[in-house]
């Protein structure tokens, strides 16, 4: 689809309402004063919008802006066949004033696009007015060195207008298969988004693996019992949702598994007999999200007993692919899936319009679905105990523990969540397996805007009071 077919019937709409108002602020360049007329001839002209505020008598940066940069003939011959321009224009004489209209207009952006009140303040932003570049204050550049920091933006537009598909990549990244889906028309454009993405999945995983020793989690379990830890502001929120969970879930969801886990049950198939049941007690012991002390203010975390640990093992993939979604959200990725492990963020549609068809993994074979949703906007994530266990004495245990017992959770083949947050809804998967279908089936209830189908051990599937599975 391109530009204009896409922006085709709202900018018809405008033209019913709008008549063009072109006025030339200065002979040379043509400044737009209405912003609607600006988008709607951003969108049929396939341009970008440059807003500026100024402050024509008052502010001397603005005047300067002007006739160094916008004057000259490098910018201004650039915009006429690039730009729309448009001014908003906060004149202090009252003689000066714009029309009532006008003025409101321009408040309004302000308020949108700038909000500190930077005078000048210059945005540049796509047909539908959202944001792509900003400079506060006068550019320290030269018209062409202006021109040539709008450039990229162009082209990526025009990229973007050609006929749209899927471009995927699939890789191995938190000990997990991922596979990042953009919709767009460039294979290029795309490789770099979802580059970027990559990037932001190892820059999380490097902050919460409990593996990487040189991780701010890792430095927060060997100072179990010592003394607090300073870490970055995002680790602390993360770890302040996980206890939020814990609470809603009175401890079935806990990331001070890890004390158990990583000394007690090993899943990577050394083990052949159960745990001895007094190592067990003791460890258990040390499982309590209440003993996760954080002090915001300082912006440490402590964990209150020596030999304690927390993982993000149930949240971190969920986490990973809410926060590398919005990531490809802001590069400009209308529709896309990030598939962290089984664990999906999911935004906007297919190439076609129609919305995104997921399978839902069967447990006893988990590469063919038993269930097909169709979602645009939201979050699915399956728990299943396939993922990863040990067979003793013929019993299969899985990874997921129950903090109360600090034995693997039974019951349960696959317990899958649909919400709007990949984050929550992967501590969300985790808990129910942990609370069983009953209570796990009465606590997804009461949540608005929060689904579940499970699997149990006998391969009945129950879901949720809101949602029908064909
Ligand atoms: P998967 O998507 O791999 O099936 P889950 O999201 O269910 O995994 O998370 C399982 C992981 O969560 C385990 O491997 C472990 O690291 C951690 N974990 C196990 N039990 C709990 C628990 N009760 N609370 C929080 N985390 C847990
Ligand atoms: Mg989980």
């Given at each position: 689809m391109n530009i204009a077919t896409r922006f085709f019937p709202y900018f018809l709409s405008l033209c019913l309402i709008l008549p063009y108002t072109l006025i030339s602020a200065q002979a040379d360049v043509a400044w737009e004063t209405s912003f609607e007329t600006a988008k709607a001839r951003a969108a049929e002209e396939q341009k970008l919008i440059l807003l500026n505020f100024s402050?024509?008598?008052?502010?001397a940066p603005c005047i300067k802006m002007k006739r160094e940069?916008?004057?000259?003939e490098a910018f201004s011959s650039f915009a006429a066949d690039a730009l729309i321009l448009v001014n908003a224009d906060f004149p202090r004489s009252k003689k000066n004033q714009p029309p009532a209209e006008q003025q409101l207009q321009n408040e309004q952006l302000a308020e949108q696009y700038n909000r500190k009140g930077s005078f000048p303040m210059t945005v540049l932003l796509k047909p539908d007015g959202s944001i792509l570049q900003s400079w506060e204050g006068?550019?320290?550049?030269t018209p062409a060195e202006f021109v040539a920091s709008i450039r990229p933006f162009l082209a990526k537009e025009d990229k973007r207008s050609g006929a749209l598909e899927v471009f995927n990549r699939t890789l191995l990244l938190m000990g997990s298969r991922f596979v990042i889906s953009v919709v767009g028309s460039d294979q290029e454009l795309a490789d770099e988004q979802i580059d970027a993405a990559i990037a932001e999945i190892q820059r999380i995983e490097h902050l919460i693996s409990?593996?990487?020793?040189?991780s701010q989690t890792s430095e927060i379990n060997r100072q179990a019992g010592i003394q607090p830890v300073k870490v970055d502001a995002e680790l602390l929120g993360l770890i302040k949702r996980a206890r939020k969970v814990s609470e809603l879930t009175q401890g079935a969801?806990?990331?001070?598994f890890g004390s158990i886990d990583e000394k007690?049950?090993?899943?990577?198939?050394?083990?052949?007999a159960l745990p001895d049941s007094n190592l067990a007690r003791q460890a258990v012991?040390?499982?309590?999200?209440?003993?996760?002390?954080?002090?915001e203010e300082a912006q440490t975390v402590f964990l209150?007993?020596?030999g304690m640990r927390i993982g993000f093992g149930a949240i971190g993939k969920g986490y990973a692919a809410e926060k590398a979604k919005a990531l490809l959200q802001q590069a400009g990725v209308a529709d896309g899936i990030v598939n962290a492990g089984g664990d999906l963020a999911v935004w906007g549609h297919q190439p076609d319009g129609s919305p995104w068809t997921i399978g839902i993994a069967?447990?006893?074979?988990?590469?063919?679905?038993f269930s097909y949703l169709e979602v645009s906007n939201t979050a699915v994530v399956t728990s299943g105990n396939y993922e990863k266990y040990v067979e003793i004495g013929g019993k299969r245990y899985t990874h997921i523990i129950d903090p109360r017992t600090g034995y693997p959770v039974s019951g349960l083949k696959s317990v899958t969540i649909i919400c709007p947050n990949a984050e929550l809804a992967d501590a969300l998967a985790t808990s129910v397996f942990v609370l069983g279908k009953d209570v796990g089936l009465d606590l997804i209830n009461q949540l608005q805007g929060i689904h579940c189908i499970l699997v149990d051990d006998a391969g009945a599937i129950s879901t949720s009071k809101q949602i029908e599975i064909n």
């Amino acid at each position: 689809m391109n530009i204009a077919t896409r922006f085709f019937p709202y900018f018809l709409s405008l033209c019913l309402i709008l008549p063009y108002t072109l006025i030339s602020a200065q002979a040379d360049v043509a400044w737009e004063t209405s912003f609607e007329t600006a988008k709607a001839r951003a969108a049929e002209e396939q341009k970008l919008i440059l807003l500026n505020f100024s402050g024509s008598d008052w502010c001397a940066p603005c005047i300067k802006m002007k006739r160094e940069i916008f004057q000259p003939e490098a910018f201004s011959s650039f915009a006429a066949d690039a730009l729309i321009l448009v001014n908003a224009d906060f004149p202090r004489s009252k003689k000066n004033q714009p029309p009532a209209e006008q003025q409101l207009q321009n408040e309004q952006l302000a308020e949108q696009y700038n909000r500190k009140g930077s005078f000048p303040m210059t945005v540049l932003l796509k047909p539908d007015g959202s944001i792509l570049q900003s400079w506060e204050g006068l550019p320290k550049m030269t018209p062409a060195e202006f021109v040539a920091s709008i450039r990229p933006f162009l082209a990526k537009e025009d990229k973007r207008s050609g006929a749209l598909e899927v471009f995927n990549r699939t890789l191995l990244l938190m000990g997990s298969r991922f596979v990042i889906s953009v919709v767009g028309s460039d294979q290029e454009l795309a490789d770099e988004q979802i580059d970027a993405a990559i990037a932001e999945i190892q820059r999380i995983e490097h902050l919460i693996s409990s593996w990487d020793e040189t991780s701010q989690t890792s430095e927060i379990n060997r100072q179990a019992g010592i003394q607090p830890v300073k870490v970055d502001a995002e680790l602390l929120g993360l770890i302040k949702r996980a206890r939020k969970v814990s609470e809603l879930t009175q401890g079935a969801f806990d990331i001070t598994f890890g004390s158990i886990d990583e000394k007690i049950w090993h899943f990577d198939g050394t083990m052949t007999a159960l745990p001895d049941s007094n190592l067990a007690r003791q460890a258990v012991r040390l499982i309590n999200y209440r003993n996760i002390i954080l002090d915001e203010e300082a912006q440490t975390v402590f964990l209150k007993e020596k030999g304690m640990r927390i993982g993000f093992g149930a949240i971190g993939k969920g986490y990973a692919a809410e926060k590398a979604k919005a990531l490809l959200q802001q590069a400009g990725v209308a529709d896309g899936i990030v598939n962290a492990g089984g664990d999906l963020a999911v935004w906007g549609h297919q190439p076609d319009g129609s919305p995104w068809t997921i399978g839902i993994a069967n447990p006893d074979s988990k590469l063919e679905a038993f269930s097909y949703l169709e979602v645009s906007n939201t979050a699915v994530v399956t728990s299943g105990n396939y993922e990863k266990y040990v067979e003793i004495g013929g019993k299969r245990y899985t990874h997921i523990i129950d903090p109360r017992t600090g034995y693997p959770v039974s019951g349960l083949k696959s317990v899958t969540i649909i919400c709007p947050n990949a984050e929550l809804a992967d501590a969300l998967a985790t808990s129910v397996f942990v609370l069983g279908k009953d209570v796990g089936l009465d606590l997804i209830n009461q949540l608005q805007g929060i689904h579940c189908i499970l699997v149990d051990d006998a391969g009945a599937i129950s879901t949720s009071k809101q949602i029908e599975i064909n």
